[in-house]
């Protein structure tokens, strides 16, 4: 089992930044790829960014490309969002996910931290 916590999550004006970490415990060999997803209010939950034990990134979202940064310390077990230039419909509850190599799905879940961008 992996537990995942969230933090950094709040309240921002449009333009501003929040930096999200994940901090993972338990079985933390399986942290092969750590990512993070997000849910607006009345939305699907859409893949946002993840990045593997390697350094490897893969983003979900085109929209986030050159304003979000994903980053990881595996001696720490924890990944970091920087959000920068935040625009109000990157309002969302922030939900980090871990798997593990060769997992297609992700198999851990944070309970989630809510980000919320005023315009």
């Known amino acids: 089992q992996v537990q995942l916590v969230e933090s950094g999550g709040g309240l921002v004006q449009a333009g501003g930044s929040l930096r999200l970490s994940c901090a993972a415990s338990g079985r933390t060999s399986s942290l092969h790829v750590m990512g993070w997803f997000r849910q607006a209010p009345g939305k699907d939950r859409k893949f946002v960014v993840a990045m593997n034990k390697n350094g490897e990134i893969t983003y979900g979202l085109d929209s986030v490309k050159g304003r979000f940064t994903i980053s990881r310390d595996n001696a720490e077990n924890t990944v970091y969002l920087q959000m920068n230039s935040l625009k109000f419909e990157d309002t969302a509850v922030y939900y980090c996910?871990?798997?593990?190599?060769?997992?297609?799905?992700?198999?851990?879940w944070g309970k989630g931290t809510l980000v919320t961008v005023s315009s």
């Open positions: 996910a871990v798997r593990d190599q060769g997992r297609i799905s992700y198999d851990y």
